[in-house]
């Protein structure tokens, strides 16, 4: 009698089960589903252009897989501070640990120089706290992960160009993070003069060299290239947002409504919402804590290391000339 080999399944111990390499591919799932995954945003972008209100409409729309409807919430306060809001979302078995960094907008002043500056060091500071934590001799296994792995960059919803600060601010960002660039508020303009705008923004940020994400890496197969060849036609993505529930077909929705109708930020048709969503949070998801990782984080890392490298070659050369 010949032993048929059987798969490993969850009625067999693992021990005395067919046991093959190819096994790991599970094992590595078991062990990711278990730790859950850590994703964090962070958005930017000129005072009431819609920022914190996105935030809330994510989460909403996140939300409602699970759990429900959130109910109407709190009057919009401004937002003062750099400041993490954090709920873990759950699709299946994964659960992610989704974090959005609100920033107060910047762009009200006169006189904008370096207005752009406490964004970029939150940045760098998440990078440089994992850092001393991946170097500390006893390190912890599993490090936790503040690091930002998307930038989403409100762009006003002029219809005409960039301004000159959004090109500033976009390429300072694209050197330590994944930029998203979006038009916010796009309930403002026709269809037409969306597009056409969402044109010009992509010609500026070629002529610029802003280098936003997606961008092709070695690494990416046909079918990836393919489908970050569709997402930059379609970029900047044009978002509503909205912290008010409509109703629609007798189903409350998160919406806008209007004398003239009602926008709902669900519906492909009135605006890109769900593109983003499925991009950000599904997608691109694993391409962006990667992106982080391999790209921004590492050359944060590299030049830290050679800095240190240099002043502890500079002190010992001082210490030798104590010395002497
Ligand atoms: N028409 C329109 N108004 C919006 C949209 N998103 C937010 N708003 C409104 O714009 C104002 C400023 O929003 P807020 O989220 O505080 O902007 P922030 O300063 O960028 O955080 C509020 O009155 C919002 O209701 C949108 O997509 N379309
Ligand atoms: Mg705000």
């Given amino acids: 009698m010949t032993e048929v080999q059987q798969p490993p399944s969850e009625s067999t111990t693992r021990l005395n089960s067919y046991v093959g390499f190819d096994s790991i591919t599970q094992q590595i799932e078991h062990k990711l589903l278990k730790r859950g995954f850590q994703f964090n945003v962070i958005v930017v972008g ?4 819609g920022k914190s209100t996105l935030i809330n409409t994510i989460f909403a729309s996140h939300l409602i897989d699970t759990k429900g409807r959130l109910e109407a919430d709190e009057p919009i306060r401004q937002t003062t501070e750099i400041q ?8 299946n078995a994964v659960r992610l640990r989704l974090n959005i960094v609100d920033t107060p907008g910047y762009g009200d002043l ?5 207005c752009w500056d406490p964004i970029v060091k939150y940045i760098k500071d998440q990078h440089s706290a994992y850092l001393r934590k991946e170097l500390t001799a006893m390190r912890d296994k599993h490090i936790p992960d503040t690091r930002i792995h998307a930038a989403l960059y409100f762009i006003a919803p002029t219809g005409h160009t960039l301004k000159a600060i959004d090109i500033v601010v976009m390429k300072r960002l694209s050197e330590v993070v994944n930029v998203v660039p979006v038009i916010a508020k796009s309930d403002s303009l026709t269809l037409e003069e969306r597009e056409a705008f969402k044109q010009r923004i992509r010609a500026e940020l070629a002529h610029h060299q ?17 489908l970050n060849g569709a997402i930059r036609n379609m970029m900047p993505f044009a978002v509503v947002g909205s912290e008010r529930n409509v109703i629609v077909d007798g189903k409350p929705v998160r919406g806008r409504k209007n004398r003239w109708g009602v926008v ?3 519906n492909e048709a009135h605006c890109d919402f769900n593109y983003l969503r499925n991009f950000l949070t599904r997608t691109h998801l694993q391409d962006l804590i990667e992106t982080t990782a391999q790209i921004h984080y ?3 890392r590299s030049k830290q290391l050679l800095a240190l490298k240099e002043s502890s070659a500079a002190k010992s050369q001082q210490a030798q000339h104590v010395g002497a």
């Fill in 110 to 114: 006169v006189n904008n120089e370096n």
């Fill in 264 to 266: 709902n930020v669900e």
């Fill in 298 to 300: 590492e050359a944060f």
């Fill in 46 to 49: 000129q005072t009431g252009l």
């Fill in 84 to 91: 993490a809001v954090s709920h873990i979302v759950q699709e």
């Fill in 210 to 226: 802003i280098r936003v994400y997606p961008f092709d890496t070695e690494e990416n197969d046909d079918e990836e290239r393919q």
